[in-house]
């Protein structure tokens, strides 16, 4: 069982930036994937970006996050990040970690972004 805290989240202007943790409660290099969601009131949680064990990554839709978001691990703190730039009033939702191994996922419990001037 992996447990994943998430950390981070909180206030921010429009154009401003955020960056995201989520700690797994045991070494990620083992680990197939790991990734963040976000979920927006009332609406469906959506894909945001991976990096899997071997360093690639992925992000959701170009006109979405991709450019303007990061993704990136360290292995030696069983950490992930999600660095969020030049954030929109449309980013805000509650963001989610999820770890991967072969077939389970595990989820971490959220991190609140809202993005309001």
């Known amino acids: 069982q992996v447990q994943l805290v998430e950390s981070g989240g909180g206030l921010v202007q429009p154009g401003g930036s955020l960056s995201l943790s989520c700690v797994a409660s045991?070494?990620?290099?083992?680990?197939?994937?790991m990734g963040w969601y976000r979920q927006a009131p009332g609406k469906q949680r959506e894909f945001v970006a991976v990096?899997?064990?071997?360093?690639?990554?992925?992000?959701a839709d170009a006109d979405s996050v991709k450019g303007r978001f990061t993704i990136s691990r360290d292995n030696a703190k069983n950490t992930v990040y999600l660095q969020m730039n030049s954030l929109k009033a449309e980013d805000t939702a509650v963001y989610y970690c999820?770890?991967?191994?072969?077939?389970?996922?595990?989820w971490g419990q959220g991190t609140q972004v809202t993005v309001s001037s």
């Open positions: 999820k770890a991967t191994f072969l077939t389970r996922e595990y």
């Open positions: 990096i899997t064990g071997g360093g690639t990554t992925n992000y």
């Open positions: 045991e070494s990620i290099v083992r680990l197939t994937a």
